[in-house]
């Protein structure tokens, strides 16, 4: 089976919770056996590099700016795709890409075309009106072209069953399992120590809510300066086309010398920042299923986490919720978890657990198998498709 994914800006994964999960999921379906090709765009992604844990890549260009990036690289790689690489499965990732998915049925009938809806992009904060009207339009076309859909999350499922009508697949994002040893030696050029600090992981974007973090790190500092003496706040991440909210972010920590801003870290060195943290925080206002809540839980981080639909269902249980936007509840939770590291320690051990059990990347990769099989069968049964 020769399978295309298209949408994600590049393998391996620098930072992004779709490519993250492409490269997780492609990884799986090369041991499978499968011939699998990813598309990637130059800045992403060195245009030299060819091959990634047996993935086979294709650089294409892109017009790289905020509004025309991903749909530009998306238009010239599924023509690419249909007249070129002629796949059996091509399968788009995130609703903006998805907006294009109509293209194969037109040049490349004979695919199975896969659509993963993995978050409503339009609900997020650094969008403007064109831009939300045309991901809405992306909506559409993710539920509507694909022979199959998935949806990353169950908030997901009823959503798009209530608005649109459409029955589709849940397959969520998943984790690794994780064992791995705290490196000070990686934590100190960024002026951090082992378990000195809490952290957050996300692209610097406003619906992640950063700044509402920042504001009720210094609220709890300002209630209760001794539980949080010589303890530290992580920022962790970097901008995506958002430069103007990260210079905001820098302007409103100005004068504090507890947070520290990381910037994008991969590999060792995010290992090292998940598994160092005391606790984490996830006080997002938008989002599929957060790949960085459930690799903090995967680490055994208790994740204090905004209340929305797709943070509790994995937080709920095995995590800290709080009131979204409430810089006041943020702040008592951040003490109250600081002050009783026997409380983080348990909460996270059950974390690990679930995630392990519930988000694993292998399982995850078999049950997106078995739907390309099904649809193929579908295909070569010469039985109706829709």
Not at 200 to 225: C, F, Y
Request: hydrophobic share 40%; net charge negative.
């Amino acid at each position: 089976m020769h399978i295309a994914f298209i949408g994600q800006k590049g393998i391996p994964s620098k930072y992004g919770g779709i490519e993250t999960h492409v490269e997780e999921l492609a990884t799986r379906l090369v041991r499978f056996g499968h011939h699998v090709t990813g598309y990637t765009r130059g800045w992403y992604t060195p245009a030299d590099t060819d091959k990634y844990n047996g993935i086979e890549l294709k650089s294409l260009p892109s017009i790289n700016t905020k509004h025309l990036d991903a749909i530009s690289h998306t238009f010239i790689a599924t023509i690419h795709a249909c007249l070129f690489l002629r796949p059996d499965v091509i399968h788009f990732h995130g609703v903006g890409p998805s907006l294009l998915s109509w293209i194969p049925k037109i040049l490349r009938p004979q695919a199975v075309v896969i659509n993963t809806f993995h978050c409503i992009d339009r609900e997020h904060a650094k969008w403007g009106r064109v831009a939300q009207w045309a991901l809405h339009i992306g909506e559409k076309a993710c539920a509507k072209f694909a022979h199959e859909v998935i949806a990353v999350s169950r908030t997901l499922v009823n959503y798009i069953g209530v608005e649109y009508g459409e029955r589709v697949n849940y397959i969520p994002n998943g984790i690794t399992p994780r064992r791995v040893v705290v490196d000070d030696v990686i934590l100190a050029p960024l002026g951090l120590e082992p378990y000195k600090y809490i952290a957050m992981v996300s692209r610097l974007v406003p619906h992640k809510g950063q700044h509402t973090l920042i504001d009720a790190w210094k609220l709890a500092r300002e209630k209760n300066p001794s539980i949080l003496a010589g303890t530290k706040l992580a920022i962790v991440g970097g901008s995506a086309f958002t430069d103007d909210y990260v210079e905001q972010l820098h302007a409103q920590a100005q004068g504090d010398d507890s947070i520290v801003f990381t910037g994008y870290q991969r590999g060792d060195a995010l290992k090292s920042l998940f598994a160092g943290a005391r606790f984490m925080v996830h006080p997002s206002t938008s989002e599929g299923l957060p790949i960085a809540v459930l690799e903090a839980m995967s680490f055994g981080k208790t994740v204090i986490a905004s209340d929305i639909p797709e943070n509790m269902e994995v937080a709920a249980e095995y995590g800290i919720p709080f009131a979204t936007g409430d810089i006041d509840e943020l702040s008592d939770k951040i003490i109250e978890l600081a002050s009783d590291d026997m409380k983080a320690a348990s909460i996270g051990h059950a974390a690990r657990e679930f995630v392990e059990t519930e988000y694993n990347w292998d399982d995850i990769a078999r049950e997106t198998h078995e739907i390309y099989e099904k649809r193929l069968a579908l295909r070569d049964g010469v039985l109706a498709i829709r």
